[in-house]
T-cell receptor, first 122, second 111 residues
Framework: EVQLVQSGAEVKKPGESLKISCKGS????????IGWVRQMPGKGLEWMGI??????????SPSFQGQVTISADKSISTAYLQWSSLKASDTAMYYC???????FGGGPPDYWGQGTLVTVSS | QSALTQPASVSGSPGQSITISCTGT?????????VSWYQQHPGKAPKLMIY???NRPSGVSNRFSGSKSGNTASLTISGLQAEDEADYYC???????????FGGGTKLTVL
């Protein structure tokens, strides 16, 4: 059974750094793209970016390029999303998701983690 | 503004059928058969309902079906049930620099 288990909720202050995690199991972690999706309070889903753990190829949405860093440690089947300096507008639920495979690389997500709520407030 | 356009809301009575549309361009929905649909109940993670336009994952009810015509994909739910009340999102591969795009979401109300 494919499972993605995310780290717990975080409360941070503006300007602080943060790294959240997503551990995959039940499938070959290095053979599927895995990425992150943001959902701000009361809003829709926004695709942030993906990484292919097999070779660390990483692709970002232009909206999030330079704002976050996506990484993965294939030795422990874990993907990460990190911020160097949080803003109040980063307050949201963040979902990790395994992505389907297309002939072009990653496609839409299939399996989802349970979400990590990040709250940024002074 | 989302890259894919969905109606903000749809409604139907138990037992009826409803269809949710998802309109994109030839760079995403119209150009590739990589369209997925998700169901999201309040406070829960999204759940895959349809992938590759019209395929159902194991365990998803056959009341859910997907199709595509030109730049518009559609999700049809037949025999509406109270438990179908949720938000529904479409997603597509895109040849733009984003790789994956979502629709803005549709709130389904079962009357």
């Amino acid at each position: 059974e494919v499972q993605l288990v995310q780290s717990g909720a975080e409360v941070k202050k503006p300007g602080e750094s943060l790294k959240i995690s997503c551990k995959g199991s039940g499938y070959s972690f290095t053979s599927y793209w895995i990425g992150w999706v943001r959902q701000m309070p009361g809003k829709g889903l926004e695709w942030m970016g993906i990484i292919y753990p097999g070779d660390s190829d990483t692709r970002y949405s232009p909206s999030f390029q330079g704002q976050v860093t996506i990484s993965a440690d294939k030795s422990i089947s874990t993907a990460y999303l990190q911020w160097s300096s949080l803003k109040a507008s980063d307050t949201a639920m963040y979902y990790c998701a395994r992505h389907t495979t297309t002939i072009f690389g990653g496609g839409p997500p299939d399996y989802w983690g349970q979400g990590t709520l990040v709250t940024v407030s002074s | 503004q989302s890259a894919l356009t969905q109606p903000a809301s749809v409604s139907g009575s138990p037992g009826q059928s409803i269809t949710i549309s998802c309109t994109g361009t030839s760079s995403d929905v119209g150009g590739y058969n990589y369209v997925s649909w998700y169901q999201q109940h309040p406070g829960k993670a999204p759940k895959l309902m349809i992938y590759d336009v019209s395929n159902r994952p194991s365990g998803v009810s056959n009341r859910f079906s997907g199709s595509k015509s030109g730049n518009t994909a559609s999700l049809t739910i037949s025999g509406l049930q109270a438990e179908d009340e949720a938000d529904y999102y479409c997603s597509s591969y895109t040849s733009s620099s984003s790789y994956v795009v979502f629709g803005g979401g549709t709130k389904l109300t079962v009357l």
